[in-house]
């Protein structure tokens, strides 16, 4: 344990080195490290209890998603229904289900036959588990019930709550704010953490909105007055302006071009006006939609709608082409901003509400990061003192690896741009202690041998190596708790979790390795009789 070759200890030490420089980022201001190699840009972000910022708990709307569902599975009925030409009446969604009876009996096995075959494998073609997303039942007398399993349900919750992640989190990321946190919680919640959001307003505003939007065409046979007072024709609806005062529009039902077939989304400023605008840029798909619908209806008005509502109406003067356009609807330069934003991330596949808000001001993350230091340099302070004491020049190599463990755990969550919170602060802690534990066990073993009547040199090198199984089985049934607490934990348990597992990694590398060379130079240079322990 005592040996080491020049190659060996060249390695160790410089693994220590480069692992210790990538901390270095942290003790410069952001717009210095801003002008260094991408490389060397790493650094720790404060989590939220440190540096201040908004908290939101975003639940989906179960409700929505299982309607949604419902309603496709209605116009997908009507759809085969039709091309199979069965006779049916009475298609609707009721009591959490799709009702549609089949008028003739000699028509009833077709349409059951069809019916089944709009199910598919929950997980899709590769869904080991045999189950449908739809079960169809027959209720007599010609009516056929199809309702959805609660398995399908988790399944479709669970693919909106991944889809509205990923929504969130290009919304967030387009506000400029660092590091954010989004991750699911449960099944149907969004756990939101923005470090350094004080005004969390503006954020809500942006992830309340589903943006869903819609190109559809303004239906002239019947003006607003008359489709309020209930001549509404039944393949359209009515729909309110989204600027106030508000205007009543009669809209067509059918979607002529969808905001998914959305490549890009601008904010910009009209050459003629000098207004606020939206450009958008549609992909392949939906330019030649949007050509067909503009060259098919020249002179006529057609609605962009966004969440029901209609943000604007021209009028088609000429066929679009060119697969791009632009929005006018009396915007502020911050609304046509945010709504650029929102197009550019896509539409939420469900509403999102607030049930949780919380906002931490940057003096109370100030006050724990103070307190957090406190805790930390007095741990410390007690721990070198202790090791000075009780094992005086081998108390100061393990004081040198125990700086040496904690600059490489910074280095480390420096590397993987890793969130500090005030837990992830106790797990360095923490650290400290283990590591200190670990060359304890050490010099006991040392001062064990020395009792036996073995040399100095002897007792130093049979105390590194038979304490070796003794720290891996403490270090590893440790990491392994610090993993089930990753794995198992939200949030600040995740971050403690993160320190300390990484802590523990550093901590076996200095105890055998750094320790350890230490002790070996100072043999190779002393030689010994006795050990100062």
């Known amino acids: ?39 060397a840009q790493r650094h720790i972000v404060l989590g939220l209890d440190l540096q201040g910022g908004s908290y939101l708990l975003l639940e989906v709307d179960a409700n929505y ?23 049916y009446t009475g298609l609707a969604v009721r009591n959490d289900a799709v009702e549609v009876r089949i008028s003739r009996e000699a028509d009833q096995a077709t349409g059951l036959s069809k019916l089944r075959d709009l199910s598919q494998p929950i997980g899709g073609l590769l869904g080991g588990s045999g189950q449908r997303d739809l079960e169809v039942t027959d209720a007599g007398g010609g009516l056929f019930r199809i309702t959805i399993p609660q398995a399908a349900m988790l399944d479709r919750m669970r693919k909106t709550i991944e889809q509205s992640i990923q929504i969130v989190e290009k919304r967030v990321n387009e506000l400029g704010t660092v590091e954010p946190i989004i991750q699911r919680q449960g099944t149907d919640r969004i756990l939101v953490q923005v470090p350094g959001l004080q005004d969390p307003t503006h954020l809500k505003e942006l992830l309340g909105k589903t943006a869903k939007m819609e190109f559809r065409m303004v239906d002239t046979s019947v003006s607003p007055d008359q489709a309020q007072q209930g001549r509404v024709p039944p393949e359209s609806e009515v729909l309110m302006s989204s600027t106030s005062p508000k205007v009543p529009y009669v809209i067509k039902r059918q979607v002529l071009v969808s905001g998914g077939d959305l490549i890009d989304a601008q904010p910009g400023f009209d050459q003629r006006t000098n207004e606020p605008i939206v450009s958008f840029r549609f992909n392949t798909s939906g330019a030649r939609k949007f050509a067909q619908a503009t060259s098919e209806n020249v002179g006529l008005p057609f609605a962009i709608v966004l969440d029901n509502e209609v943000i604007s109406a021209p009028v088609i003067r000429e066929p679009i082409t060119g697969g791009s356009g632009q929005i006018s609807g009396n915007f502020t330069v911050q609304a046509a901003n945010d709504l650029a934003i929102l197009l550019r991330a896509g539409a939420l596949p469900a509403p999102l509400t607030v049930v949780e808000e919380r906002t931490v001001g940057p003096g109370l993350g100030q006050d724990s990061i103070e307190k957090g230091e406190l805790a930390a340099y007095v741990g410390s302070i007690m721990v070198i003192v202790f090791m000075l004491v009780t094992y005086r020049l081998f108390g100061v190599f393990a004081n040198i690896a125990v700086a040496i463990n904690v600059a490489m755990i910074f280095g480390l969550l420096s590397l993987l741009n890793a969130t500090l919170t005030l837990p992830g602060i106790a797990g360095i802690v923490l650290t400290v202690g283990i590591a200190v ?28 190596r038979r304490a070796l199984a003794t720290i891996l089985d403490s ?54 009789k006795t050990v100062p322990i």
């Open 65 to 87: 998603v299982k309607k949604e569902k419902l309603d496709q599975v209605r116009d997908e009925a009507r759809r085969v229904l039709r091309d199979a030409k069965v006779a």
């Open 475 to 528: 270090n590893i049934t440790t990491f392994i708790a610090a993993a089930v607490l990753f794995y198992i934990g939200t949030g600040p348990v995740r971050g403690f979790a993160v320190t300390l597992g990484i802590g523990i990694i550093t901590t076996v590398f200095t105890a055998f390795t750094l320790t350890s060379l230490i002790v070996a130079g100072w043999v190779r240079w002393k030689r010994p």
């Open 1 to 39: 344990m005592l040996y080491f070759s020049r190659w060996k200890a060249l390695a160790i030490i410089l693994t220590a080195l480069i692992v210790c420089l990538f901390a270095v980022p942290n003790f410069f201001s952001q717009e210095r490290v801003k002008t260094w190699p991408v490389w």
């Open 437 to 464: 534990d670990s060359n304890v066990l050490i010099y006991e073993r040392i001062r064990e041998e020395l009792r036996h009547g073995r040399n100095a040199i002897s007792a130093i090198d049979a105390g590194f």
